[in-house]
Every structure is written in structure tokens, then in C-alpha cells.
């Protein structure tokens, strides 16, 4: 397992990091973080020896975000989403990798609303979408690592 790190520090907590400002709604430092991921995969796919296509692609929150950002355009093995949401509608290159999708019904910090319009928004690309709903805030809670070790020993 790979655990790239986010390139900016958290404006609210002195050990977290962030892909992008959180205070701007124009997720200012996107690109650059985008860029900065893809660029990671391919050093760690060429430096583990690892093809794209067994990569599964995971995070939390901006993580989550960032996954779904980046990785529709790959052809990765899988991606899995907590708690995230997307960007802007997905610039998704075929063939899709399945996606996983857990968010908390009582999230504060990313609203379930934006977990449930991207699950329209990937359902209607074709994405093989495996999505869950739990009683969590924005959290990780066990239930979720079962039903996210289930999808991926289905899908790899």
C-alpha cells in the first residue's frame, strides 16, 4: 500500500493536509494537486512495478474527491470514495473502473447531498457503482471497511 501525502498544510489542523484550499469555492490549487497525483501514480507505478490497471485508488473527504477527480481518467483497477464528492461533472475516459461510494447520512463537513449527486452524475457515465449510505458523521466507521473489503474482493 502507497499513501500519498497532500501537498498543502490544513488550515485547522497542524498534523492534517488538504489537496486544495478549503475556505475558496473555487477549489483554488486543483489543478496543481491533480497534476501532483497523476504525477505520483506513475513514479509509484513505475517504481513499485505495479500496471495502472491493479491500482485501486482510495480516500476520505478531499481524498475521496480527488479520486473520483483523477482516477475516472485512469484505468485503474478500482476507486473508492469516503466521504468525498465531486469536483464538477467527470471528464471519465473508458473503459471505467468500478467505484465504491460510502458517505455518512449525518456528514457535516461534505453534505450527503453531494455524495448522492455524484452518484447520479456516475450512474448516468455507465460507472459500476457500488454506493452506501451510513448512520456516521464525516467518519470511517467499521460497517464501512466490511462493505468496502466486500466490493473489493468482488471487483478484484
Not at 461533472?89 to 460510502?102: E, G, I, N, R
Request: net charge negative; charged share 15%; glycine share 6%.
Amino acid at each position: 500500500m502507497f499513501f500519498p501525502n497532500a501537498p498543502y498544510e490544513h488550515p485547522y489542523s497542524p498534523t492534517g493536509r488538504s489537496w486544495y484550499d478549503l475556505e475558496a469555492e473555487d477549489y483554488t490549487g486543483l489543478p496543481e494537486s491533480r497534476q501532483q497525483l497523476l504525477d505520483w501514480l506513475q513514479e509509484t507505478s513505475q517504481t513499485a512495478q505495479i500496471p495502472p490497471s491493479r491500482i485501486v485508488l482510495c480516500g476520505f473527504s478531499q481524498g475521496g474527491a480527488m479520486t473520483l477527480d483523477v482516477g475516472l481518467a485512469l484505468p485503474c483497477a478500482a476507486l473508492c470514495s469516503l466521504s468525498g464528492y465531486l469536483h464538477a461533472p467527470p471528464q471519465a475516459t473508458p473503459p471505467l473502473p468500478p467505484v465504491f461510494m460510502a458517505h455518512g447520512r449525518l456528514d457535516r463537513v461534505v453534505p450527503i447531498q453531494q455524495a448522492q449527486q455524484a452518484r447520479t452524475l456516475l450512474t448516468q457515465l455507465g460507472v459500476k457503482l457500488d454506493y452506501h449510505e451510513f448512520n456516521m458523521a464525516h467518519e470511517i466507521q467499521h460497517p464501512v471497511i466490511q462493505a468496502l473489503q466486500q466490493f473489493l474482493d468482488r471487483e478484484i
